[in-house]
């Protein structure tokens, strides 16, 4: 099983502060997402990286796969209370079919 | 226009009984999935089916059985329900069946088992 970690699990900032956040595995990847859900809501996706050292940008947030297809990090420049939500990192599994999601981080963004 | 729906989004019942959840999808795709989220928001594959036929079963117990009419519909019968089988459920769908693609998922099904 590639097991995903994502750290922090949970985050409390205040609006306009910086984050990151980590998705973490010692399988390598040919593809990772990440997912934002909402409560009471499905995930929904936010961006796909499929290139080792490969950098997204959507608005303030920035993805960066890792060069060894291994890891992945989320940032958020000046959060806003509208990010509040759960992030969840995923990646391809074995056989190619389907995802495994991390557990998430759990994030609150206080005006 | 609601892409991927599920009803109900409430089901709650007793130890036993046998429910089942809907699942539609209008964006046609060919890919669609049930997907169990637990108490602590880990999600989880349950089964995964491409043109109305299955193609992961992870090990979920003989209870639970999906059943595909057509590849627009993915529907999760459960029988004989226990305790443990309180989650949310997520219906999703996606173009293909590369692990790449845009998953679309559902507004879940909260089942409580009582």
């Known amino acids: 099983t590639q097991l995903l970690e994502q750290s922090p699990q949970f985050l409390s900032i205040q609006e306009g502060e910086n984050l990151t956040v980590y998705c973490n595995s010692s399988?390598?990847?040919?593809?990772l997402q990440w997912y934002r859900q909402e409560p009471g809501e499905g995930p929904v996706l936010l961006v796909t990286?499929?290139?080792?050292?490969e950098v997204k940008k959507l608005k303030r947030l920035t993805f960066q796969f890792g060069d060894a297809r291994k890891d992945s990090s989320l940032h958020i420049t000046a959060a806003q209370p509208g990010d509040t939500g759960l992030y969840l990192c995923?990646?391809?599994?074995?056989?190619?079919?389907?995802?495994?999601f991390g557990k998430g981080t759990s994030l609150l963004v206080t005006p | 226009d609601t892409a991927v729906s599920q009803t109900p989004k409430y089901l709650v019942t007793q130890m036993g009984n046998d429910k089942s959840i809907k699942c539609e999808q209008n964006?046609?795709?060919?890919?669609m999935y049930w997907y169990k989220q637990d108490s602590k928001k880990f999600l989880k594959i349950m089964f995964s089916?491409?043109?109305?036929?299955?193609?992961i079963n992870e090990t979920v117990p003989n209870r639970f059985s999906p059943k595909s009419p057509d590849k627009a519909h993915l529907n999760l019968h459960i029988n004989s329900l226990e305790l443990g089988d309180s989650a949310v459920y997520f219906c999703?769908?996606?173009?293909?069946?590369?692990?790449?693609?845009?998953?679309?998922f559902g507004p879940g099904t909260r089942l409580t088992v009582t």
């Open positions: 999703a769908s996606s173009q293909s069946t590369w692990s790449g693609s845009e998953q679309y």
């Open positions: 089916y491409n043109n109305k036929e299955l193609i």
């Open positions: 399988s390598v990847f040919s593809s």
């Open positions: 995923a990646g391809d599994r074995d056989s190619g079919y389907a995802l495994n």
């Open positions: 964006l046609g795709h060919d890919t």
């Open positions: 990286v499929v290139t080792g050292g």
